[in-house]
């Protein structure tokens, strides 16, 4: 092996796997639970990007990716890079392997989530724009969020009443 190779790789190349993990999240307790079975590395942030977002997300055996949503001004594309998820969606449930990907169209309304049902771990490539403005919905609890300014997150009740 070349010295080069074994000091890694140079800025701007970097190994995504490298960075560090958490499972933070924005969701109010005690909404907060459901969601603690899964990891997120903040690949874009780590390169300095700003007009989207790629995450590298863990799900354990048990966990989601987050509760179903939908993006009001968001595009979203998920690949599955290892393991068997379950992504739900309006439509139903289907079962998702290594190489397959989805996406969802901002405003469509479709909310979704992956699940991993499975006894290993789930993988996912997560791409993302970032809108100021963006309204999530969350169908199945009381839950809104919106994409402030700022780049926080605010989270509400669905009577607009704050958590």
Not at 29 to 40: F, K, V
Request: contains cysteine.
């Amino acid at each position: 092996m070349s010295d080069e190779a074994a000091r890694g790789p140079r800025a701007p190349a970097f190994d995504p796997r490298a960075l560090p993990e958490s499972n933070a999240t924005a969701y109010p307790p005690p909404l907060r639970d459901a969601n603690m079975m899964r990891w997120n590395r903040r690949i874009s942030r780590h390169a300095g990007l700003r007009n989207f977002a790629v995450n590298l997300t863990r799900i354990a055996p048990g966990g989601q990716s987050s509760y179903r949503h939908a993006h009001s001004r968001h595009d979203e594309f998920v690949y599955v890079l290892r393991g068997e998820a379950v992504l739900e969606t309006d439509a139903g449930e289907q079962v998702l392997s290594a190489g397959m990907c989805a996406g969802f169209t901002a405003g469509s309304g479709d909310a979704h989530r992956f699940l991993n049902r499975s006894a290993e771990d789930v993988e996912l490539l997560v791409v993302g724009d970032v809108f100021p403005g963006d309204e999530v919905s969350y169908p199945d609890v009381d839950m809104q969020g919106r994409l402030q300014e700022d780049g926080s997150f605010r989270i509400l009740h669905k009577d607009g009443t704050p958590y």
